[in-house]
């Protein structure tokens, strides 16, 4: 089950993404990220350390995450490597 919990300081709102993310998910993920920086632009994160398994669609999504300045906190090991392997192509944050 995928879940999402939104946490805010001063200076960082933070989306906590927990359980198996596929591609049927990036959306609902993709509208909440578009309409976060509202009145004020405050830096996001997605805190990955809670997540078990993603697919190919959601790695490269992280990657178009990192490439528009979102901080990826708690990125298991294995989905940095497939990040880093994968760099180069792009979808849309």
């Avoid at 999402?4 to 359980?19: M, N, P, Q, W, Y």
């Avoid at 990826?72 to 490597?81: D, G, M, Q």
Wanted: with cysteine; net charge negative.
């Amino acid at each position: 089950m995928f879940k999402i919990r939104r946490s805010e300081d001063k200076d960082l709102v933070t989306f906590a993404l927990s359980g198996r993310i596929e591609e049927e998910q990036l959306p609902e993920l993709q509208k909440l990220l578009k309409i976060e920086p509202g009145a004020k632009p405050t830096p996001i994160a997605l805190d990955l350390g809670d997540v078990k398994l993603v697919d190919r669609e959601v790695i490269k999504f992280f990657a178009a995450c990192e490439a528009h300045g979102i901080v990826l906190k708690n990125c298991p090991s294995y989905v940095r490597e497939w990040i880093e392997t994968g760099r180069g192509r792009s979808n849309e944050p």
